[in-house]
């Protein structure tokens, strides 16, 4: 539910989002994940955001699996 949440997200007019929702993919990382924030890096024009989607695309491609939520319930 989040992955097409943050991936739109990345065209967002604010750096400030586009660098949150590139970290928040990374953390998540799988396929999708991975494959929103590799787009962006093509066409990312801010140096700061473009370095953010860089971290993301690392730090999901070092991660074992995506990351799970639990809702805690049971």
Do not use: H
Not at 17 to 41: D, F, K, M, T, Y
């Amino acid at each position: 539910v989040a992955i097409p949440v943050l991936t739109r997200g990345l065209s967002d007019t604010e750096p400030l989002v586009r660098g949150a929702c590139a970290w928040a993919l990374g953390r998540i990382g799988g396929v999708a994940a991975n494959a929103a924030v590799g787009e962006r890096i093509k066409v990312e024009r801010d140096e700061g955001v473009k370095a953010e989607l860089e971290a993301a695309s690392s730090y999901a491609a070092s991660s074992q699996s995506p990351v799970r939520c639990s809702s805690g319930a049971g």
